[in-house]
C-alpha cells in the first residue's frame, strides 16, 4: 500500500531511471543492450524492479511506467543515433503484460519512434512467453503490425514459461532469450547444459537469434559460443549501468 502511494508519485518527481546492460557478440563487442528501470526513492533508496514491477502491474500504474520507459528508451536511441561510435547499437525494453494488451500499444510506440526518429530496427520488446498464450489472434496481430514497422521481438525468460512451440511458428519472433537459471547451471549440472544446447538449436533451426543471459563467468560464456549461441549478457561483460557507462565498452 505504502508502496504503490510511492509509486503514483515517482513519475511526477522524476524518481525512476534506466539502467543499461550491455549484450555483446561472440567476440564481445557490444552490439546493444537492455534498459532496466531503477526507482530510486527520497527515503527507501533504489527500490529493485523485483518489488515494484508487480505493485504496478496490480494497480495499473505500469501503463504511465511502461510509457516512461518507453519514452526514455527512445530518446537514448536518439541520442546513440548521433554518435558513430554508437548508432549500431539495439536497445531492448521489458514490456508487461498490461502493456501489450492496451489495445493502443502499436499506436503508441510507433508515435514514440515518430517523434524522436528512431530507426525501429534499433528498438527490441522483449515478452514473455505467458503473455503469448492469453488472446493468441490480438497477440499475433499486433506482433505482426510490430514487426512491420521493423521492431524486433525477444522471447524473455524463454524456457520457464508455458513453452508451447507453436506460438514460434505462428509468431514473428527474431530472438529468444535463454533464462538465466539455465545458464547458471550449465557447468554443474548435464540437465541445465543441454537444456542450453536445445534451445539454441531449436531457435536456430527456426532461423531465430538466441541471446544467453545470466552469464557470469568465462567458462559459461565459452561453452555458450562454442555451441554457437549468438549473443550474451550477464555480469561477466557487464552489469547494468549508466548510458556513459555503457559507451565506454566500445574500443
Ligand atoms: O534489473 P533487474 O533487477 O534489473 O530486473 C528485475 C526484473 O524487473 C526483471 O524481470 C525485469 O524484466 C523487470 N524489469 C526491469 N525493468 C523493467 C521495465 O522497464 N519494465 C518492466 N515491465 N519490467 C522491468
Ligand atoms: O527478467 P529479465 O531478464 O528482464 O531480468 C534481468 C534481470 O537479471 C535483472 O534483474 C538483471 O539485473 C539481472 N541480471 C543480469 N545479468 C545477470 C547476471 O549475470 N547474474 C545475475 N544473477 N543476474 C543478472
Ligand atoms: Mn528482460
Ligand atoms: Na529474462
Redo the contacts with the bound molecule.
Sequence with gaps: LELSRGLRLALDYNQFFLEFQPQVDRKGALVGAE???RWSHPELGLI???RF?PVAEETGL?IPI?DW?LRNACKQLQIWQTLSKAKHLTLS????SR?FAQSNFVEQIKACLNQYKIDPKRLEL?LTESMLVKDQNDVITKMLELSELGIQISL?DFGTGYSSLTYLKRMPIRQLKIDQSFVKDINMDLDSANLCDAIISLGHSLSLEVIAEGVETLDQFEYLAQRNCDLFQGYYFGK?SSADQLLKLIS
Excluded: K, M, R, T
Excluded at 93 to 96: C, E, F, G, M, Y
Design positions: 534498459a532496466l528501470i529493485p524492479p523485483n514491477i505500469i511502461g520507459v525494453i521489458n514490456v508487461s502493456q522483449e524473455d547494468p
